[in-house]
Antibody
Framework: QVQLVESGGGVVQPGRSLRLSCATS????????MHWVRQAPGKGLEWVAT????????FYANSVKGRFTISRDNSNNTLYLQINSLSVEDTAVYYC???????????????WGQGTLVTVSS | DIVMTQSPDSLAVSLGERATINCKSSQSILYSSNNKNHLAWYQQRPGQPPKLLIYWASIRESGVPDRFSGSGSGTDFSLTISSLQAEDVAVYYC??????????FGQGTRVEIK
């Protein structure tokens, strides 16, 4: 079955960088668009970034544009999120999520990982 | 950006009773080209990631119990749990995926047992 396992979170100081990973299995990774969605402690869900199945197109929320970079390694079935210039407002659980259908961005998030917590604190 | 507003923020329902959550979009999310409402519902149990329940406003995801149903069109939508079970205690989110990004979520509705 579909498995998404995030890693790379931790406690980091403001202004520093972090790279999150999402290791996947159970489906043909190279055929599906992928997403990052975050959730600040006790708050709701916020879409962060999306990458097309081939990796040629990426999209970002205004709140992270210019600081976050989504990428993928289709040979290793892994999704990444590079986060630069971290601020306390970036403190959240970061989830990776998968499109429901291959080679087409349906709009909803069919499968989610368990998330990785990023805490930005001095 | 399309703003999604859920009501109420929380509700307490007795076991076996009906729970209804409302979701209102700041503009219509009924896409004329496919005549579909671009709305999904998710359930997030405590300490768990969100789980997809419904898409296209009323289509249940595979494996979701039929006590969950979605309805509505245009700007006004509802998620109904026909007979609340203990395992349904969770926060529920609506999400629109109309047109271009960003696809946005409602603020969430907490469902508890009365």
């Amino acid at each position: 079955q579909v498995q998404l396992v995030e890693s790379g979170g931790g406690v980091v100081q403001p202004g520093r960088s972090l790279r999150l990973s999402c290791a996947t299995s159970g489906f043909t990774f190279s055929g599906f668009g992928m997403h990052w969605v975050r959730q600040a402690p006790g708050k709701g869900l916020e879409w962060v970034a999306t990458i097309s199945y081939g990796g040629h197109n990426d999209f970002y929320a205004n709140s992270v544009k210019g600081r976050f970079t989504i990428s993928r390694d289709n040979s290793n079935n892994t999704l990444y999120l590079q986060i630069n210039s971290l601020s306390v407002e970036d403190t959240a659980v970061y989830y990776c999520a998968k499109d429901p259908r291959p080679r087409y961005s349906s709009g909803w998030y069919a499968s989610w990982g368990q998330g990785t917590l990023v805490t930005v604190s001095s | 950006d399309i703003v999604m507003t859920q009501s109420p923020d929380s509700l307490a329902v007795s076991l076996g009773e009906r729970a209804t959550i409302n979701c209102k979009s700041s503009q219509s999310i009924l896409y004329s080209s496919n005549n579909k409402n671009h709305l999904a519902w998710y359930q997030q149990r405590p300490g768990q990631p969100p789980k997809l329940l419904i898409y296209w406003a009323s289509i249940r995801e595979s494996g979701v119990p039929d006590r969950f149903s979605g309805s509505g069109s245009g700007t006004d939508f509802s998620l109904t749990i026909s007979s609340l079970q203990a395992e349904d205690v969770a926060v529920y989110y609506c999400q629109q995926y109309y047109s271009t990004l960003p696809w946005t979520f409602g603020q969430g509705t907490r469902v508890e047992i009365k």
